[in-house]
């Protein structure tokens, strides 16, 4: 086709609507109504001015707070109770396997009859691997300390609060000085508690 040819075409022909001179634009549909009527148009509304934003209400949050703490306290209870009975029931073993003059309590009660395989038995537990012994002992109150933590090793010194106040308790309701294996259990579980925490300190290093 040549240029000359593009030139000499009628375009009133090929656009019928169109007339010459005069450019007629589509009419645009009014959509505002619909966006209205639509109740999942998304509607923009002016921001407030400087100086006029409405100030949000505080949230209180007392209730959860005080929820919280309630959580916190019955967990250092529950930490503190079991130290002492789990020191209580130490104890009673070695008084059993070592005929500790501590023993009257315990027979007094009935609760116990001294016989060569009770002892026996008692001495097993006490050892160095047994279920009194220092280590398992020891374990044990770090493991418990631990689940009630969520085992978050920033809670150590205040779990560890508490198994002090469980130890003094034990200590009360012995009577006197608790035997020399609470107390060496009582050193164990302040060193594995350190430990503990400074797994926190590590973790902290290790991200800085």
């Known amino acids: ?40 148009a998304v509607v923009y509304e002016k921001s ?29 209870a529950e930490l503190t109770g079991i130290v002492q009975k789990m020191l209580n029931g130490q104890g009673k073993a070695y008084s059993l396997a070592t ?13 116990y009859t001294v016989d060569e395989l009770a002892k026996k038995k008692a001495q097993e537990d006490i050892s160095e691997d047994g279920y009194w012994g220092v280590k398992q002992t020891s374990d044990r109150i770090l493991d418990f300390a631990k689940a009630l933590a969520g085992n978050d090793p920033s809670k150590a010194s205040e779990l560890l609060d508490a198994f002090d106040k469980g130890y003094k308790q034990a200590t009360k309701e012995w009577g006197k000085d608790l035997p020399d294996i609470s107390k060496q259990t009582y050193d164990a579980v302040h060193k594995k508690f350190e ?10 290093a290790v991200e800085a």
């Open 195 to 204: 430990e503990w925490a400074n797994t926190a300190n590590d973790a902290t």
């Open 48 to 76: 407030a001015e400087a100086g006029n934003v409405t100030a949000r209400p505080k949230t209180d949050n007392s209730a959860l707070i005080a929820k919280l703490k309630a959580e916190q306290d019955q967990r250092m």
């Open 1 to 40: 086709m040549s240029i000359s040819g593009l030139g000499s075409t009628d375009v009133s022909k090929l656009y019928p609507d169109y007339k010459s001179g005069t450019a007629t634009r589509p009419k645009e549909e009014n959509t505002s109504s619909e966006v209205k009527s639509d109740p999942q």
């Open 99 to 111: 005929g500790d003059d501590s023993i009257w309590k315990y027979l007094a009660s009935g609760e």
